[in-house]
């Protein structure tokens, strides 16, 4: 396989096209009735569920990016306390900062002059190939778990297949 079309399969990857519901369906149209209430059997928000998404994702990207990464508490620093709640601004919020980094995250994959192999600075060994590809089977696991509590929820708009 040739470099770009590695690079073609892995921004689809982060997309979440093919195999995977895209991250823009899964959320499109949630309802503010919802964003902080507990689906059955679940200890936590479509809320929490999203901003977990949001900086477990911030959070790769740093470790790319930033030579001087520190590394983020388990699992403190990934999730909203079990008590927050938030408005639909913020729910809004957690939504753009998801997508902004992962405009950034598809950029460093596109960027031809970036080898996807070569090892990040500082790390065991990692490449951009091995966090891209994490980031990306992170996301797709749990954007389907939240359209599968939309489905548990009934939040789904009328007619949604």
């Known amino acids: 396989m040739d470099d770009d079309a590695l690079r073609r399969q892995l921004t689809g990857l982060l997309d979440g096209v093919g195999a995977h519901m ?69 729910f809004d919020q957690t939504i753009r900062a998801f997508r902004a980094d992962l405009v950034a995250l598809r950029a460093l994959v596109a960027d031809p002059a970036r080898d996807l192999f070569a090892i990040i600075p500082g790390t065991p060994g990692h490449t951009l190939l091995r966090e891209v590809r994490i980031d990306a089977d992170h996301n797709a696991y749990h954007v389907g778990e939240f359209a599968i509590l939309r489905q548990v929820m009934g939040t789904w708009p009328p007619g949604h297949s």
């Open 22 to 90: 895209p991250f823009d369906e899964a959320v499109a149209d949630f309802p503010d009735d919802a964003i902080n209430r507990r689906p059955p059997n679940v200890d936590y928000t479509p809320w929490h569920l999203l901003e977990h998404l949001r900086r477990t994702q911030a959070d790769i990207l740093d470790y790319v990016v930033n030579e001087a990464y520190v590394e983020s508490s388990w699992p403190a620093d990934f999730w909203p306390d079990r008590d927050a709640t938030t408005t639909r601004e913020m």
